[in-house]
T-cell receptor, first 112, second 110 residues
Framework: KAGVTQTPRYLIKTRGQQVTLSCSPI?????VSWYQQTPGQGLQFLFE???????NKGNFPGRFSGRQFSNSRSEMNVSTLELGDSALYLC???????????FGPGTRLTVL | GQNIDQPTEMTATEGAIVQINCTYQ??????LFWYQQHAGEAPTFLSY????GLEEKGRFSSFLSRSKGYSYLLLKELQMKDSASYLC???????????FGTGTKLQVIP
């Protein structure tokens, strides 16, 4: 089975721009979660989608949004980028039954 | 609310045993995950404990006490490749809502 894939792997943007990140989960996994990872804060939960519905949301501003498509692929959007948004954005998918989440390689976003 | 505490760094000797502790306060707690993350890589799933007790998987074991809000990851026969960050994460407060600790950076020395 192919793992979780994320595109792009690296991205450089300037303040005020917006960005869209993509995640394809493991085949058969319907839950997709997004995390932001920075050296100081560790892994911070952004949101989780299941069957095209956002089930959970972390404590991030409204500039961070996401969606999930019928094939379980998910996208995350950040508008009006700020310097502090520079981070590794990780996507993780999981199946049913309380299994662990399987992480993609991440997208490294740098905001200049 | 959600709160996870684990030590920031630990050092251990190759071939030895190390225990990484984690305490958590999570509303609607479901279970406790452990992940391993090598520098520059994504986290990889190690274990998931729902019930109290010890679960063993090869050189790695994980323990959970729900009443004490406490877990530990035990690594035996340490190898150099075990040098990594170990993330404790609690599931609760919603479907698949997982709160991560900041991780314990383990350095294995010869």
């Amino acid at each position: 089975k192919a793992g979780v894939t994320q595109t792009p792997r690296y991205l450089i943007k300037t303040r005020g721009q917006q960005v869209t990140l993509s995640c394809s989960p493991i085949s058969g996994h319907r839950s997709v979660s997004w995390y932001q990872q920075t050296p100081g804060q560790g892994l911070q939960f952004l949101f989780e989608y299941f069957s095209e519905t956002q089930r959970n949301k972390g404590n991030f501003p409204g500039r961070f949004s996401g969606r999930q498509f019928s094939n379980s692929r998910s996208e995350m959007n950040v508008s009006t980028l700020e310097l502090g948004d520079s981070a590794l954005y990780l996507c993780a998918s999981s199946g049913s039954g309380g299994q662990g989440q399987y992480f993609g390689p991440g997208t490294r976003l740098t905001v200049l | 609310g959600q709160n996870i505490d684990q030590p920031t760094e630990m050092t251990a000797t190759e071939g030895a045993i190390v225990q990484i502790n984690c305490t958590y306060q999570t509303s609607g707690f479901n279970g406790l995950f452990w992940y391993q993350q090598h520098a520059g890589e994504a986290p990889t799933f190690l274990s998931y404990n729902v019930l109290d007790g010890l679960e063993e998987k090869g050189r790695f074991s994980s323990f959970l006490s729900r009443s004490k809000g406490y877990s530990y990851l035990l690594l035996k026969e340490l190898q150099m490749k075990d040098s990594a960050s170990y993330l404790c994460a609690a599931s609760g407060g919603g479907y698949q809502k997982v709160t991560f600790g900041t991780g314990t950076k383990l350095q294995v020395i010869p």
